[in-house]
């Protein structure tokens, strides 16, 4: 499930002419959006500007991948000390139709408290996934209810602080790898 969003990393339109090599762009990652915080504060793309912000995307009903991922970041929040304090991490939501700003903010309590989650309707979200390049897909209900599952892709996104796109990791990597990672990028110099 890659998603695309491989493709903003490592896709690049290169045209050979006369022996030179021509870069015409690289895939938008990111994009202008507005959402509800668990803590009930609109919020959007604008609003950690002067941050890094550090992005995964999953729902509260996940039952592996999405747990995993925020214990990770939590790990790595913790390890990163007081330079976590020039990051804001977000948990937006798949599955607006179950993930409440309420359910939400219950089931962040199991996280990190830094770890801000944010939600909207169907289409504000539908517009952030294709922002971002997500794969996500509702898998069907075998009783027809509320208990499916939402399969989607799994990647930390890293925006620097002027919103722009930096790089993702895998949302199964480990928490000390993800600060490992943080550290690397966020000295390095791309905000």
Avoid at 6 to 30: N, P, Q
Avoid at 64 to 92: H, M, R, W, Y
Avoid at 131 to 148: A, P
């Amino acid at each position: 499930m890659l998603g695309g969003v491989l493709l903003g990393k490592i896709l690049r339109l290169k045209v050979m002419t006369s022996g030179t090599v021509t870069t015409s762009g690289t895939a938008t990652i990111g994009g202008p959006f507005t959402l509800v915080a668990t803590n009930g504060q609109n919020v959007s793309d604008q609003t950690y500007r002067g941050k890094w912000v550090l992005i995964y995307f999953g729902y509260t009903y996940c039952p592996d991948t999405c747990p995993t991922a925020l214990n990770s970041i939590s790990v790595a929040l913790e390890k990163l000390g007081s330079d976590a304090s020039n990051l804001q991490p977000l948990f937006v939501t798949v599955d607006p139709q179950r993930d409440t700003r309420d359910i939400m903010a219950a089931y962040l309590k199991s996280f990190d408290s830094r770890i801000l989650g944010l939600t909207g309707t169907k289409d504000q979200i539908a517009s952030v996934v294709k922002d971002y390049h997500l794969y996500v897909s509702q898998d069907k209900s075998e009783t027809g209810g509320d208990d499916y599952f939402v399969s989607h892709s799994s990647y930390i996104y890293l925006m620097n602080p002027q919103g722009k796109f930096v790089d993702v990791i895998p949302g199964g990597a480990a928490g000390n790898d993800i600060a490992v990672w943080l550290r690397k990028e966020m000295v390095g110099g791309a905000g």
